[in-house]
């Protein structure tokens, strides 16, 4: 059942899908999240809609368009950060452009290949709740945790976890702690600094 939703983009970012398995990631490019202030079927309230590449390219959406369309709650909850997809008749209604010379940035975001290039760093999840729901660089993953190859069905756990894919010089850009992945037979193995470092390597402090 699709439910109809309308209110003001305070917010997009990419939307995309974490895989972990102990020391290995992999990433699933799905689109992109708009974060909405407006009704959601009949309430008043800020929420969460995702949208394909496709829709975004067509319509070049930007924080601060009104738009509106129809979209159904994910069927597994677990797999999403956001609480409509499956977008149909969505309309956008362009606003005037700003510059936005400090973060949270804003305005249309790249291409979801160029987030693939830039890489990330880990972002708090309390930074991104206070301060980066709203920029275009940051970005809340579904993650999934698959402890054991070769029983992935029944090992598979899944979280949330934020990141940054912004300047490194961002003045409100906090780690927070390192993430641990859990493995086989109790094991675990901690994701340390040098990895952000090394993913971010290829691009200067503002860039
Ligand atoms: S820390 Fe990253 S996501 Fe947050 S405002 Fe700065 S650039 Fe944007």
Known sequence: MKLTWSGTVVGIQPRIRLLRSFDQRSHTYLGYSLRVDGDLDGQQCTFVVGIGDGAQQKNAI?????????????????????????????????????????????????????????????????????????????????????????????????????????PKSCSLYRPGPTRKVPGRRGMCYEEEDWVDEDATAHRGPDE
């Open 62 to 166: 930007r924080a601060g368009d009104m738009a509106r369309g129809l979209g159904q709650p994910p069927a597994d909850p677990r797999r999403e950060c956001l609480d409509l997809y499956k977008v149909s008749k969505l309309t956008v209604e362009r606003s005037e452009p700003t510059i936005h010379p400090r973060p949270p940035f804003r305005g249309v975001p790249p291409a979801l290949e160029d987030y693939r290039a830039r890489g990330h760093r880990r972002l708090a999840a309390r930074t991104y709740a206070a301060k980066c729901t709203s920029c275009l660089w940051g970005c809340q993953m579904a993650v999934e945790i698959v402890k054991d190859h070769w029983n992935r069905n029944a090992s598979t756990s899944w979280r949330k976890e934020t990141f940054c894919y912004g």
